[in-house]
């Protein structure tokens, strides 16, 4: 096989949870683009129907299902509706996410509850949905969850998500131990770990700390609207097929300055 071959997603299918704008929306154009049929969900329907005109008009073959992914209840209808529409769930990207800001001593119940519920309880359900339904009993799958470089450190000043960190070092842990358990199934697990991009979740606090942020990154820039794609195709492709349990910090070298 070819290097070209090894990238080439056609006939794939990729469900995307948070897929409708942002890092989420970017990885769905990047799967698209390779060939892959593409299945986006989020809360909202009105950012779904644009989305989805905006990767019609890249010539992707596009789903979206409204679906509030913090009442789990919803999980199998999600997964049916895309099996019903592609037959399968080749590759699947735990991107949605939440975030809450307070200190930690002040740190409401309802936050933590809420930011782990989404990003870690969420994601797992989800991948043990699929996993059982579709990936297992075909013997192949990839599995992409989206941490975050706030996973793997404490936060500069003012920044003050605890639950956000906590949950995303969940997530990398999760990978890893997923990965080792669902290797003898022929599913890959890897992990993308993102560091700052001015998406609407991280506007207000770049606001705030976005100079600081990018002094000290080596690579002196966040991350743009192409930064994310070329990683999670590699990822979600037969390049990354001996590529199991692993992270990737995705942040302009932050995380090692």
Not at 16 to 28: E, P
Not at 98 to 111: L, V
Request: charge should be negative; include cysteine; aromatic fraction near 6%.
């Amino acid at each position: 096989m070819g290097v070209r071959q090894l990238f080439d997603l056609t006939g794939k299918v990729a469900l995307v949870t948070g897929g409708s704008r942002g890092l989420g929306l970017q990885m769905a154009e990047a799967l698209g683009e390779m060939g892959a049929r593409v299945a986006i969900t989020a809360r909202k329907a009105d950012e779904l129907a644009q989305a989805e005109a905006h990767l019609a008009a890249m010539g992707i073959d596009c789903l979206t299902v409204v679906n509030d992914l913090s009442k789990f209840a919803g999980i199998p209808r999600l997964v049916t509706e895309v099996t019903d529409r592609f037959g399968v769930i080749d590759v699947l990207i735990n991107n949605a996410g939440a975030t809450w800001g307070a200190p930690a001593e002040d740190y409401p119940d309802e936050a933590w509850n809420k930011v782990m519920n989404l990003n870690v309880n969420a994601a797992f359900f989800l991948s043990r949905e699929v996993g059982r339904s579709v990936m297992i009993p075909r013997g192949a799958g990839k599995i992409i969850n989206i941490s975050s470089v706030a996973g793997l450190a404490g936060n500069p000043p003012d920044m003050t998500t605890i639950a956000y960190n906590t949950s995303k070092g969940a997530d990398i842990a999760m990978t890893r131990a997923l990965a080792a358990e669902w290797g003898k199934y022929g599913i890959n697990v890897n992990a993308i770990c993102p560091g700052f991009f001015p998406t609407k979740m991280a506007s207000g606090l770049l606001e705030k700390i976005g100079d600081a942020v990018k002094a000290r990154t080596p690579l002196g820039r966040f991350g743009g609207d192409e930064d994310l794609m070329g990683t999670v195709v590699f990822l979600a492709s037969e390049a990354s097929r001996h590529v199991t349990g692993q992270y990737i910090a995705v942040d302009g070298g932050a995380s090692i300055a």
